[in-house]
T-cell receptor
Framework: ETGVTQTPRHLVMGMTNKKSLKCEQH?????MYWYKQSAKKPLELMFV???????ENNSVPSRFSPECPNSSHLFLHLHTLQPEDSALYLC?????????????FGSGTQLSVL | GEDVEQSLFLSVREGDSSVINCTYT??????LYWYKQEPGAGLQLLTY???NMDMKQDQRLTVLLNKKDKHLSLRIADTQTGDSAIYFC?????????????WGLGTSLAVNP
């Protein structure tokens, strides 16, 4: 398997649920990112990890909690989400550290919060 | 503030050329990118241009950069139905810890047979 893989592809959760999104990259990259894609809004960077260390947290609410156990895996833990958190959550990786150059994206998790 | 703007929709006939335009505000950008997003998929890097270049050609793709007007365009020659997708322009700005990507809203390209 190659590239950036995200699971699940679709997720429906209630506001009181706890769930996790998973991302795995097989490209040997050092940096991984979580992005949020909502309709009629530019892509929003949420978190950046460089060599497993979090280097950026773009004022994301604490109900989103990232975890990067190694440079190939990235998780986004979700709890007590709001309906406005419904969006496509994209994971990306890049080869040259957290420089934004040449991002490789997964197919995303389409999240619906009821 | 920093902003990247694109027209939201473009419709072309198969075989014609498509030109997708983008304007940006930060003149200190280092790279400018074009990403493609097909339905149900993530974004895929199509091409990019360094800010000291005017033009870059890659097979059917031609990128033109006008730094004076802060205008970037992507031309797709001989557009095919498989080119139907959303095309995002992104500007790489800042330096060091302040380096970030500013994204446009995307241009939805429809290719009609």
């Amino acid at each position: 398997e190659t590239g950036v893989t995200q699971t699940p592809r679709h997720l429906v959760m209630g506001m009181t649920n706890k769930k996790s999104l998973k991302c795995e990259q097989h490209l040997g990259h050092n940096a991984m990112y979580w992005y949020k894609q909502s309709a009629k809004k530019p892509l929003e960077l949420m978190f950046v990890y460089n060599f497993k260390e979090q280097t950026e947290n773009n004022s994301v609410p604490s109900r989103f909690s990232p975890e990067c156990p190694n440079s190939s895996h990235l998780f986004l833990h979700l709890h007590t989400l709001q309906p406005e958190d419904s969006a496509l959550y994209l994971c990306a990786s890049s080869p040259q550290g957290a420089t934004n150059e040449k991002l490789f994206f997964g197919s995303g998790t389409q999240l619906s919060v009821l | 503030g920093e902003d990247v703007e694109q027209s939201l929709f473009l419709s072309v006939r198969e075989g014609d050329s498509s030109v997708i335009n983008c304007t940006y505000t930060d003149s200190s950008s280092t790279y400018l990118y074009w990403y493609k997003q097909e339905p149900g998929a993530g974004l895929q890097l199509l091409t990019y241009i360094f800010s000291n270049m005017d033009m870059k050609q890659d097979q059917r793709l031609t990128v033109l950069l006008n730094k004076k007007d802060k205008h970037l365009s992507l031309r797709i020659a001989d557009t095919q139905t498989g080119d139907s997708a959303i095309y995002f322009c992104a500007e790489d700005t800042g330096a060091g810890n302040n380096r970030k990507l500013i994204w446009g809203l995307g241009t939805s390209l429809a290719v009609n047979p």
